[in-house]
C-alpha cells in the first residue's frame, strides 16, 4: 500500500516541478493532492498524465495524510507546518522558516542522512537554501578525503529563484529592451535585463545579505560547524540554473586529479572538466537535470592545499523540488515512516 502526498504550494514554480518529480521518480504514492491558497482553489495543476484540481491548503485535513511537500514560502510554513506535525503528517518545508531550528533536521541526502532521525521532535524536516544544496553535495566527498578549512563562494543565481515573478520579469524586461519600451524593475531592485545584481534577500548590519548568510550557516550546519564560510550571492539574468565559483582550502594535501577522481565517484555529482573550449558546464545544460555539476577544477597557487571549481545545478530541481522528494524517498527507504492507511 503507498503513501499519500499533499504538496503546498502546488501551483509555483517549485510545487509544479515537486508533482512533475514524484511522478517521474515513481514515489509509492497511492494519492497526491495539490494545495495552495484559497485564490488558487480550482487551478489545475499536472501530475505525470494526469490533471490535479487545486484545493485550499486552510480547509484541507492532514490526519490521514503521510508526507506534506511544503513550497507555500515562509510565512505560510511558520503557520501550518506545526500544524500539519502535529496532525501526524511529516512535513518537508522548502522555506528557510525552520532550516536553523535545532529541533528540526536540515538535510540534503547524499551529504548528512543519519541527521534525518531527528524529524520525530516536530514532524518537521527542512529543504536548504538553493545555493547551498549543490555546494555540500560537492564539497562533502572533498571534506571526507581532505577536511575543508574554509569556502570561499560567489554565487551566480538565475531569477527562477525569485520564483514566477522573478522569471516574468526577466522575460518583460528583455522584451521591452528590444522594442525600445521602457524598463520596469518590480521584482528585482534594479534592472536584471543585460544586467548582473549583487543582492539577493535582505541587507543585514554587518554589510551581507540573507543569502549569503543562509549559505554560511547552512553549509555549517549540514557539513561540519568548524567550517569557515563566506559567500558574495549574484542575481544573473538566466532563467534556470544556479552556478558558483568555489574556492576551497583544505587542511590536508589533494591534487586537482584526486578531487576530480572523487567527484567522479560521489553521489549526484557529475564531473564534466575538459581543459578545451566548452569543456564545462553552464546553467543552460543543467536544466532539467537532476545532477549537480562540476567543472574547471584546478589548484589554487595562492594558498596551501587550495583548489578552484565551478558547481553549477538547476535550482528547481537539485535545489529544491528533487531535494525534497529525495529527502520522502529517504524516509521510506529507512522505513521511518509507514502508510497510515496500512497502519489503520
Known amino acids: ?35 495552495a491558497s484559497r485564490r488558487s482553489q480550482g487551478t489545475e495543476v499536472s501530475y505525470g498524465d494526469r490533471t490535479l484540481k487545486v484545493r485550499d491548503l486552510a480547509q484541507y485535513d492532514f490526519s490521514d495524510t503521510d508526507i506534506c511537500l511544503m513550497s507555500a514560502g515562509g510565512n505560510v ?39 534525518i532521525d531527528a524529524f520525530t521532535k516536530k514532524n518537521i524536516i527542512a529543504n536548504p537554501n ?22 570561499v563562494v560567489s554565487t551566480y543565481q538565475s531569477v527562477s529563484g525569485a520564483g514566477k515573478e522573478g522569471m516574468d520579469e526577466l522575460f518583460t524586461q528583455t522584451r521591452a529592451v528590444f522594442v525600445a519600451d521602457p524598463v520596469e524593475a518590480k521584482k528585482f531592485t534594479k534592472r536584471i535585463a543585460f544586467n548582473v545584481i549583487p543582492h539577493i534577500d ?14 554560511m550557516a547552512e553549509t555549517k550546519k549540514m557539513l561540519d560547524p568548524k567550517i569557515k564560510v563566506t559567500c558574495t550571492a549574484v542575481r544573473v539574468p538566466v532563467f534556470i540554473g544556479h552556478s558558483e565559483a568555489v574556492n576551497i582550502e583544505f587542511e590536508n594535501p589533494i591534487t586537482a586529479d584526486e578531487a576530480r577522481e572523487i567527484l567522479r565517484d560521489a553521489p549526484g555529482c557529475l564531473v ?43 535550482n528547481l530541481r537539485k535545489g529544491a523540488a528533487l531535494n525534497a522528494v529525495q529527502i520522502a524517498e529517504l524516509l521510506v527507504a529507512r522505513g521511518l515512516i509507514q502508510p497510515k492507511k496500512q497502519a489503520a
Not at 503507498?2 to 501551483?11: D, H, N, Q, R, Y
Not at 555546494?135 to 578549512?149: F, R, Y
Not at 535582505?202 to 549559505?215: A, L, N
Open 130 to 151: 538553493c545555493s547551498t544544496a549543490q555546494l555540500v553535495v560537492a564539497m562533502k566527498p572533498l571534506h571526507d578525503k581532505a577536511t575543508i578549512k574554509r569556502i
Open 202 to 215: 535582505v541587507f543585514m548590519d554587518d554589510g551581507s545579505t540573507k543569502e549569503e548568510w543562509k549559505v
Open 1 to 35: 500500500m503507498g503513501f499519500k502526498i499533499a504538496v503546498a504550494g502546488a501551483t509555483g514554480n517549485v510545487g509544479r516541478e515537486m508533482l512533475n518529480i514524484l511522478e517521474e521518480r515513481g514515489f509509492p504514492a497511492d494519492e497526491v493532492v495539490a494545495l
Open 77 to 115: 510554513s511558520k503557520e501550518w507546518s506545526p500544524k500539519i506535525g502535529r496532525q501526524g503528517c511529516v512535513v518537508i518545508d522548502n522555506s528557510s522558516a525552520f532550516r536553523y531550528d535545532q529541533d528540526v533536521p536540515l538535510i540534503v541526502p547524499e551529504v548528512n542522512p543519519d541527521a
Open 272 to 314: 564534466i572538466d575538459k581543459r578545451e573550449d566548452g569543456g564545462y558546464v553552464t546553467p543552460l545544460d543543467s536544466a532539467g537535470e537532476d545532477a549537480t555539476y562540476i567543472s574547471r577544477i584546478r589548484e589554487d597557487q595562492t594558498i596551501e592545499n587550495g583548489l578552484n571549481m565551478w558547481v553549477v545545478s538547476d
